[in-house]
């Protein structure tokens, strides 16, 4: 008997943002594909997704990959969340976002995702000196930094490139960030679907892996406040005819249209996202919406590569570190290819 340890994984009804959930069940047959893994249930009263009296939630399996922290035959199966008759819960945005990928395919839309975090421990952003005992040195040393007295946190995060790659998971690159104890790590470039199931599992790798080295992850904007980096979720989004000959006229088009519904997106885009949007630290103002080439001010960028060929991808900035990808895919499917 194969004996598959098979960690169901969903997002809770947590609001304003969802966190991850996840249970372990035994299977007792060889896992080729996706259904051969089983629907499964939970109690939904323990995650703000039904009452106690009629607690009931069914796991949907939509996705697995090998469990790179457990090792062969073991897998990570991503869920959606159905009610106990079977449909999307309302907390289920994959849901959503499933339609819109469909309605959209013809246009091939990528996106690629920017995943920043704070690595803490002890209450504090680690490396930092304990509390009462100052502050590090100001940022600009840090940003891909090297040195035992500039970087923090090494030794997990490349586990944790290590694990994404053995998941399969299309990791694109990592970085130390501005402020000592931040992170980076890219997902992309894939379909909507594809890039916020990966963004999930790697968050969830990388909080399992954390509790092995007693290190918490942060996805909070603005972790520490005053002249510290927040963490944002840089998404970078093209279609097909961006990405082709002449693409920046369909990229400016994209702009204006994402320029009218500023407000809309903001509230997708993350809690607590008006820390981080000050206008300071590579951020437009959380009231403005500013478009511009190399522009790390802007609240959207156009990379220098794209400005010079005149095609390729447009990078929205403002989404926040703690941003659902679900959400933040279907606000620019729905804005930029209907
Ligand atoms: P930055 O210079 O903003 O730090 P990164 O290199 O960290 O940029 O991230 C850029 C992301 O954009 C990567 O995930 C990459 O895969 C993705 N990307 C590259 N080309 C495209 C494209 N045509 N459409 C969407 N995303 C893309
Ligand atoms: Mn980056
Ligand atoms: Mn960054
Ligand atoms: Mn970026």
Sequence with gaps: MPNVKAAYIWLDGCEPVSTLRAKTKILDNEINELSDIPDWGFDGSSTEQAEGKDSDCVLKPVK???????????????????DAQGMRHPSNKRALLRKLAEDTASQEPWFGIEQEYTLFKEGRPLGWPEPHSGYPGPQGPYYCGIGAE???????????????????????????????????????????LEVSDEIWLSRWILERLGEKHGIAVSLEPKPITGDWNGAGAHTNFSTKEMREEGGMKAIEEAIEKLRVKHGEHIAAYGPNNDQRLTGLHETAPITEFRAGVSDRGAS?????????????????????????????????????CN
């Design 64 to 82: 697995f990959v090998k469990d790179p922290l457990r090792g062969t035959p073991h897998i990570l199966v991503m869920c959606e969340v159905l």
């Design 150 to 192: 500039r970087v923090y946190g090494r030794k997990l995060i490349e586990e944790h490139l290590e694990a994404c790659l053995q998941a399969g998971l299309t990791v694109s690159g990592i970085n130390a960030e501005v402020m000592p104890g931040q992170w980076e790590y890219q997902i992309g470039p894939l379909g909507a």
């Design 300 to 336: 959207v960028r156009i990379p220098l590569a794209t400005a010079q060929k005149r095609r390729g991808y447009l990078e929205d900035r403002r989404p926040a570190a703690n941003m659902d990808p679900y959400k933040v895919c279907a606000k620019l499917l729905e804005t930029v």
